[in-house]
């Protein structure tokens, strides 16, 4: 699984770091060697135990810190930017990300409140309030400590199409609105971040754009995959998981699992379930409170493609938002 891929003067070193916390599998990050360039592509997670694996496996490779000679970043989430303020503090590394990202790594302006008072609206207005407390408390509290989540370096701007130390810059929005993808077009490697994951796990989260507005992020996910099929690529390095090498069978995989569950979504409303709480109740049972956040934002995210498509319909009744069938 972390096997060390070679063609002339182009090596991708591995890194990953095995979870059992979550369905995730690993942290993956990955040093992407050019000739003479070596560049760091996310940076795990936060703590002491990954810090120590990433070394460790650095020196497996050979490799001195100091060789490294940018890191960038796939997206803003911080599984994948855990060692950025070390790093580039202790060793001076330059730190690249995509502007969507660098927004909400540095907290840029009314970012922090923003997310807040989207997430507050979103969930009241979905009627899930009283699973959202403990998640709202703790924007609420990093509001407040800024500093424990915010990224120390200045973060340089990526744009689509832009070549860096070999790769270049193919926007993949759908898993977060700011993620990018790394594309080695001689060899076809692509280094995915989120966007693809080996199990076809589709995890497009609700986010939202630059004014607050909700991001419909299945829509987002699925015009990149429509994107991404043009792309000649051998192998994926993704964030989380294997690396793979039958891309056109995961984005199946993926897709189908899409609209398995909006078919899903579309029986339950059928049978009686009319509020996104109900749905996901009825779905998931007692891990909608368990993994709350990802499920409501499949549900929501589900609604809103089920509503492009015109199979759903919603209405405001009663504080919240109400679904129903558009088929008479
Ligand atoms: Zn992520």
């Known amino acids: 699984m972390d096997e060390i891929i070679r063609t002339d003067g182009k090596t991708v070193y591995p890194i990953i770091f095995p979870v059992n916390y979550s369905n995730m599998g690993s942290i993956n990050c990955y040093i992407y060697q050019n000739g003479n360039e070596y560049t760091l592509i996310d940076a795990g997670i936060k703590g002491e135990e990954f810090e120590q694996f990433f070394y460790r496996k650095l020196s497996d490779y050979s490799i001195e810190i ?8 796939t997206h803003f989430h911080e599984d994948h930017t855990g060692l950025v303020n070390k790093l580039a503090k202790d060793y001076s ?3 690249y990300a995509s502007q969507i990202a660098i927004t909400r790594l540095k907290c840029e302006g009314d970012y922090l ?3 807040l008072t989207f997430y507050q609206e979103l969930y009241n207005q979905y009627g899930v309030m009283e ?3 403990e998640r709202l408390a703790k ?3 990093t509001l407040h400590n800024k500093e424990k989540v915010i990224l120390l370096p200045t973060i340089h701007r990526l744009e689509e199409g832009q070549q860096i130390g070999g790769l270049q810059i193919i926007a993949v929005p ?3 609105p700011d993620s990018i993808g790394f594309w080695d077009k001689e060899n076809g ?3 995915a971040g989120d966007f693809l994951l080996a199990s076809g796990m589709t995890n497009a989260l609700i986010d939202h754009d630059e004014a607050g507005e909700v991001i419909n992020p299945l829509m987002q996910y699925i015009d990149s995959i429509k994107k991404v099929k043009s792309f000649s690529i051998e192998y994926v390095f993704a964030g989380h998981e294997a690396v793979f090498q039958n891309l056109d069978e995961v984005i199946e995989k993926s897709l189908s699992k899409t609209e398995y569950k909006l078919q899903k979504l579309v029986k339950k409303i059928r049978e009686g379930h009319h509020t996104a709480r109900a749905i996901g109740e009825a779905i998931y049972g007692p891990r909608f409170a368990k993994h709350f956040i990802f499920i409501i934002s499949e549900i929501i995210g589900l609604t809103l493609l089920a509503q492009e498509r015109g199979i759903v319909e919603r209405h405001w ?3 919240q938002w109400i679904f129903q069938l558009k088929e008479s």
């Open 113 to 115: 409140q923003k997310k």
């Open 131 to 133: 699973y959202a407390i």
């Open 174 to 176: 759908g898993h977060s």
């Open 93 to 95: 590394i330059p730190v």
């Open 139 to 141: 924007m609420e509290n």
């Open 317 to 319: 009744q009663g504080g």
């Open 189 to 191: 490697w692509l280094f």
């Open 66 to 73: 100091k060789q490294i000679n940018r890191i960038i970043l």
